[in-house]
T-cell receptor
Framework: EAQVTQNPRYLITVTGKKLTVTCSQN?????MSWYRQDPGLGLRQIYY???????DKGDVPEGYKVSRKEKRNFPLILESPSPNQTSLYFC???????????????FGEGSRLTVL | GQNIDQPTEMTATEGAIVQINCTYQ??????LFWYQQHAGEAPTFLSY????GLEEKGRFSSFLSRSKGYSYLLLKELQMKDSASYLC????????FGTGTRLQVFP
């Protein structure tokens, strides 16, 4: 089954404790992206990747890191989480990095993170 | 910029028709998406408009007018399961989402 898989789905952590949210897709998509969703603010892009070893900042990259060592995986790293990073996080992917041909985004099920 | 405006909330009755509007300010973009998102779940693709006009998909239709900076999503024969948020998103060099419209369908 074609899907984007995120883990963990739910996490409660404390300020400063490094954590990684994994994202994996099995559709051979080139483009992958991380979003956070907060009430009243909608989906905001954190980082995106056009292909392996190519990553770029989105609109709200502060406090986050990403890597793209393999095509299928795009982990989101919070080196020192803070309470303002409490949010619902979505990973998404699509077929091509060419924005003139980009198809629909396929989203993971979301990871709800709480930082105390 | 690409400010995207949608109504925050709408209500409608089962079986009715509802139109969710999306206005934007941008000089150019590749296309406009509509996504559906049920509470606590991932967004799912509904439609993608590149050219002006109406795209129909069953009970859902999406319309785009580039010259007027305007799109709408039309939902017909509303069902209870259509209660969800509807996100308008512009594709330029990246995908920019509006804050979404929360639709509640009542019996």
């Amino acid at each position: 089954e074609a899907q984007v898989t995120q883990n963990p789905r739910y996490l409660i952590t404390v300020t400063g404790k490094k954590l990684t949210v994994t994202c994996s897709q099995n559709m051979n998509h080139e483009y992958m992206s991380w979003y956070r969703q907060d009430p009243g603010l909608g989906l905001r892009q954190i980082y995106y990747s056009m292909n392996v070893e190519v990553t770029d900042k989105g609109d709200v990259p502060e406090g986050y890191k990403v890597s793209r060592k393999e095509k299928r995986n795009f982990p989101l790293i919070l080196e020192s989480p803070s309470p303002n990073q409490t949010s619902l996080y979505f990973c998404a992917s699509t077929w091509t990095s060419d924005t003139s041909n980009t198809g629909e985004l396929f989203f993971g099920e979301g990871s709800r993170l709480t930082v105390l | 910029g690409q400010n995207i405006d949608q109504p925050t909330e709408m209500t409608a009755t089962e079986g009715a028709i509802v139109q969710i509007n999306c206005t934007y300010q941008t000089s150019g973009f590749n296309g406009l998406f509509w996504y559906q998102q049920h509470a606590g779940e991932a967004p799912t693709f509904l439609s993608y408009n590149v050219l002006d006009g109406l795209e129909e998909k069953g009970r859902f239709s999406s319309f785009l007018s580039r010259s007027k900076g305007y799109s709408y999503l039309l939902l017909k024969e509303l069902q209870m399961k259509d209660s969800a948020s509807y996100l308008c998103a512009l594709l330029d060099d990246k995908l920019i989402f509006g804050t979404g419209t929360r639709l509640q369908v009542f019996p």
